[in-house]
């Protein structure tokens, strides 16, 4: 178990903020989290799981003792009829935990290719892009939990996916549900990906690519590079610029509040989903309310895509807690104003 005290967390979280951890241990194993646990002064003490930092933001000071997710190691597990395993440590960089897949001939992430953060995070969140999400491709993973030491397995419907959404991201309201928000450490993912691919394609930025290169039947490799281009070309490298990813979750409606809307924007760019709701595309919400390039001090809206705040303090001078979720309550003021839709932040705020 390794131990450090008064680190600081910029370096460890993508949006850049200044915060330290007044004790971080890095976890490699459930030994580690077990040693947590025996340990007289850290065993009585709260603690907070951090990933890869990309999807939280800070603002203050993290008093419980950080677990630094850093579990490593990726394996081709088993065949079944359909599917191949494929299974990942949590700490593993999801980006190149994709790249891999591929290199190893085994097709179904492209479509998540250079989404940030751990392997650990993308159930947590359910991540996707591009007509895919992680439940497409979950087939369990293994966790400790935090109380009690003990390994468990969960399945898909243990998981309780959702948009954005788990049960990791929940507390337990009563005795018995399975909130698991502060109480469990994801170790390892397990994924299954299918023999008998198909692309998914069902995206503009995918069809003008099509049409631009003359592939009407793109390689998961083609899709790959594609989608990599395609996230470079409109969202900001985190190393370059601090941020964390998509801000707000794109908004669900009825098929008459969209109406409504269409009635008066009718550009509104807008996806039918198959249980007969209508996702709206948050960043041309944002957009339409003029905050495109607006800051709160050293947080503003990204000039490329409005879905996206970043930091444009640098490490030098970054933007606080506090300025970025400012900024944030400013836009979900002005968009609730304009259309009567509350918009719901993605990031974990600490």
């Known amino acids: 178990m390794i131990v450090e005290r008064n680190v600081p967390l910029q370096p460890l979280n993508s949006f850049g903020i200044a915060a330290r951890a007044a004790v971080l241990v890095r976890v490699r194993g459930e030994a580690d989290v077990r040693a947590v646990r025996a340990d007289a002064e850290l065993g009585a003490q709260p603690t907070f799981v951090l990933g890869g930092g990309s999807n939280i933001v800070l603002t203050g000071d993290v008093k419980p003792v950080v677990l630094k997710v850093e579990v490593p190691g990726r394996r081709v597990v088993r065949d079944t009829a359909r599917h191949v395993i494929v299974e990942a440590g949590a700490g593993e960089n999801w980006h190149d935990f994709v790249t891999w897949t591929l290199d190893q001939g085994l097709p179904g992430l492209e479509n998540l290719a250079l989404i940030p953060g751990t392997v650990g995070a993308s159930p947590v969140q359910n991540i996707g892009a591009y007509g895919v999400e992680l439940q497409d491709r979950f087939h369990e993973l293994d ?25 990791f991201k929940h507390a337990a309201a009563a005795p018995g549900d399975l909130g698991l928000a502060g109480r469990a450490l994801i170790l390892r993912v397990r994924f299954a990906l299918p023999k008998d ?39 900001p490298d985190p190393a370059v610029i601090g941020n964390a990813g998509s801000f707000f979750k794109n908004p669900t409606v009825t098929p008459e509040q969209c109406q409504d809307i269409i009635g008066r924007d009718p550009k509104v760019v807008h996806y039918p989903m198959p249980d007969g709701s209508v996702k709206l595309a948050a960043g041309w919400l944002i957009d339409a309310c003029g905050w495109k390039g607006k800051s709160v001090g050293n947080a503003a809206v990204y000039e490329k895509q409005a879905l996206v705040l970043v930091n444009r303090g640098g490490a030098a001078h970054p933007a606080t807690g506090g300025e970025v979720m400012t900024l944030a309550k400013a836009i979900q003021t002005s968009v609730y104003e304009r259309f009567g839709i509350r918009l719901e932040p993605e990031p974990v705020v600490v």
């Open 143 to 167: 966790a400790i939990d935090l109380l009690t030491g003990e390994v468990f397995t969960l399945g898909a419907a243990q998981c309780g996916f959702g948009y954005r959404d788990s049960v």
């Open 197 to 235: 691919w198909q692309p998914v394609l069902g995206y503009l930025d995918i069809e003008r690519r099509m049409q631009e290169e003359g592939v009407a039947h793109p390689s998961a490799r083609q899709l790959y590079d594609w989608i990599v281009a395609i996230r470079r070309a409109k969202l």
